[in-house]
Each structure stands twice: as structure tokens, then as C-alpha cells.
């Protein structure tokens, strides 16, 4: 059965600092692999994609990294901010799923406290 | 450049009654995805639909749920005679490709209260 799971689920850091966020899937053979974040209430914003042939990816202050190996994926989130409070969702596409499903882990809540 | 749409943003239904939820994918985008968020728990695949074709609809219970995604207009997720264990945001996605090189995105859902 094709799994993710993300830990912490909730985690609160004061402004400023630097944190990671932890995503792990039981199937190496993936597809790709996409970062969301979901605020309370609304939709999903995609942050980062990596593909199965990448190591990682950065945009601004994020940067996500993948170890097909170990199964695991990190989020590193520079220099927080209160803005950065949300949800962060962790997606799977695995090779074995013929469907081009997404597998979601059930998300890291994530506080920056000013 | 519109996103992905989904109207309505909230539903309330009697148990009994019918609900439909409506998605307009990006422009140019003809795969579209449709999952379902309990309270406290992931987002969960429901189905995934090509221009008037149905590709894989494990995710979606056998009754009661349909969906639906015509040569024009939106996608359609129909669920009839709604419980209370329906109510949940319920998300559609889209992408250009099957491969989905460029990932997904995501509306900002629909939430479903059957009363």
C-alpha cells in the first residue's frame, strides 16, 4: 500500500528561524513529488515540484530536497515569518500507480509566533 | 489567466438531497482530478477524468457519487442523497499532461455541509 507520512504535525517556531519539514513514502519508485501549502479555509498552492531524476529545488526562502533511496523529502524553510503560518502538504506520484493519483501525507502545521 | 475554478465555494445540503460541485480547469488543461479532505485527515484521490472519459475512479465510492467532465463545460462531481459523512472539502486539480510534468493545481474547493 503506497503511503506518506509527514512529521511533525504540528510545529511552532519563533520568527526568524530556520526550520524543516519531514516527508516520508514507503515506494522509492516515484514519479514526482510536490510541496503545497493550505491555508485555513482555502485551497492548495504549490510550492515546489521535484521530479524523480532531481535532488532538489529551491524558490526564495524554501527549499526541497529528495532522497529517492531513504523515501524521504525535507522542506527547508529560511528565516521564518508569521506569514509562513499554514498547512504544508506533502504529494507522492508513484510509478507503480497507474491512475496519476497524488498520495498526500496528512500535513505539517506549521505556527511562526511574532 | 485564470486558475482552476470551483463553485460553489460552500454547499449546504439536507441529508436526502443532491449536491453538485462544479470545476473549470486551466484553460488549456484537459485532465482533471478530483479529491476529497475529511476533517483532521489527508486529501484522498477520488477519481480522474480526460474530456468525456472516466481514466480511473478507484478513489470514488460506488454509489451515490458520480462524476463527470463533458466535450464542453466543467467537470461535474454529482453525489446524490448525501449523509453527514459526505460533508468534507472537496477539491478539484488539472493538468496539462498526463505525465503531469508540471504537477497540479489545485481550486480552493468546495466545502460540503449536509445538515
Known amino acids: 500500500k503506497q503511503e506518506v507520512t509527514q512529521i511533525p504535525a504540528a510545529l511552532s517556531v519563533p520568527e526568524g528561524e530556520n526550520l524543516v519539514l519531514n516527508c516520508s513514502f514507503t515506494d522509492s519508485a516515484i514519479y514526482n513529488l510536490q510541496w503545497f501549502r493550505q491555508d485555513p479555509g482555502k485551497g492548495l498552492t504549490s510550492l515546489l515540484l521535484?521530479?524523480?531524476?532531481?535532488r532538489e529545488q529551491t524558490s526564495g526562502r524554501l527549499n526541497a530536497s529528495l532522497d529517492k533511496s531513504s523515501g524521504r523529502s525535507t522542506l527547508y524553510i529560511a528565516a521564518s515569518q508569521p506569514g509562513d503560518s499554514a498547512t504544508y502538504l506533502c504529494?507522492?506520484?508513484?510509478?507503480?500507480?497507474?491512475?496519476?493519483?497524488?498520495?498526500f501525507g496528512t500535513g505539517t502545521s506549521l505556527t511562526v509566533i511574532p | 489567466n485564470a486558475g482552476v475554478m470551483q463553485n460553489p465555494r460552500h454547499l449546504v445540503r439536507r441529508r436526502g438531497q443532491e449536491a453538485r460541485l462544479r470545476c473549470s480547469p486551466v484553460k488549456g488543461h484537459s485532465h482533471v482530478y478530483w479529491y476529497r479532505q475529511l476533517p483532521e485527515e489527508g486529501l484522498k484521490f477520488m477519481v480522474y477524468l480526460q474530456k468525456e472519459n472516466i481514466i480511473d475512479e478507484s478513489g470514488m465510492p460506488k454509489e451515490r457519487f458520480s462524476a463527470e467532465f463533458p466535450k464542453e463545460g466543467p467537470s461535474i462531481l454529482r453525489i446524490q442523497q448525501v449523509v453527514r459523512g459526505d460533508s468534507a472539502a472537496y477539491f478539484c486539480a488539472s493538468s496539462q499532461h498526463k505525465t503531469a510534468n508540471y504537477g497540479y493545481t489545485f481550486g480552493s474547493g468546495t466545502r460540503l455541509t449536509v445538515v
Open positions: 521535484i521530479q524523480s531524476s532531481q
Open positions: 504529494a507522492v506520484r508513484f510509478l507503480s500507480d497507474t491512475g496519476n493519483q497524488f498520495y
